[in-house]
T-cell receptor, first 121, second 108 residues
Framework: GAVVSQHPSRVICKSGTSVKIECRSL??????MFWYRQFPKQSLMLMAT?????????EQGVEKDKFLINHASLTLSTLTVTSAHPEDSSFYIC?????????????????FGSGTQLSVL | LAKTTQPISMDSYEGQEVNITCSHN???????ITWYQQFPSQGPRFIIQ???TKVTNEVASLFIPADRKSSTLSLPRVSLSDTAVYYC?????????FGAGTRLTVKP
């Protein structure tokens, strides 16, 4: 099946530093990727929709200057948490939707990474 | 955007069949119904997707009535490893927002 690799799986950083999270589709191309954050015992909250070659679409209440998203190729999207603070500590998850025809004969239209646990001290 | 409502939690025992129902009263004509499973500190995993009637795969069945205002995920003979959060998503491909989910606990 299709694999989405998310890296790093865990990161601890000091307050004020920036952290970059990578999301790669390993065996398919993805025009669209999604970024979520999840707090303990809560659901996934959609942060933004990332489209290759264009600006990301952010959900209401998500600061685009705080959470920089770059989708420069059909297999890679990155999320950079700039000037991270303790309240940014969360579990970040990406997902990728295959470009039409890349994953034939399946109802599964969205593939998720394994998540990144960010802890800001 | 079709809002979904699921029970917050459910308990079951090993070997039982578990049915989790999701309500989506304002589902649109083009919307599909997709269920995901999530274990702690992992990304969600696709379980099943359907549009109407019944869909079955190797892990679950999905029952959708004619009015499509609800759907039921059926897990046959659950085991301890099925303890997870189950999410029902309703929408088109560009709308991937998760509801609150159902926390299923399988007991021995």
């Amino acid at each position: 099946g299709a694999v989405v690799s998310q890296h790093p799986s865990r990161v601890i950083c000091k307050s004020g530093t920036s952290v970059k999270i990578e999301c790669r589709s390993l065996d398919f191309q993805a025009t669209t990727m999604f970024w979520y954050r999840q707090f303990p015992k809560q659901s996934l909250m959609l942060m933004a929709t990332s489209n290759e070659g264009s600006k990301a679409t952010y959900e209401q209440g998500v600061e685009k200057d705080k959470f920089l998203i770059n989708h420069a190729s059909l297999t890679l999207s990155t999320l950079t948490v700039t000037s991270a603070h303790p309240e940014d500590s969360s579990f970040y998850i990406c997902s990728a939707r295959p470009t039409g025809g890349d994953i034939p004969a399946t109802n599964e239209k969205l593939f998720f990474g394994s998540g990144t646990q960010l802890s800001v001290l | 955007l079709a809002k979904t409502t699921q029970p917050i939690s459910m308990d079951s025992y090993e070997g039982q069949e578990v049915n989790i129902t999701c309500s989506h009263n304002n589902i649109a004509t083009n919307d599909y119904i997709t269920w995901y499973q999530q274990f702690p500190s992992q990304g969600p995993r696709f379980i099943i997707q359907g549009y109407k009637t019944k869909v079955t795969n190797e892990v679950a069945s999905l029952f959708i009535p004619a009015d499509r205002k609800s759907s039921t995920l059926s897990l046959p003979r659950v085991s301890l490893s099925d303890t997870a959060v189950y999410y029902c998503l309703v929408g088109e491909d560009n709308d991937m927002r998760f509801g609150a989910g159902t926390r299923l606990t399988v007991k021995p």
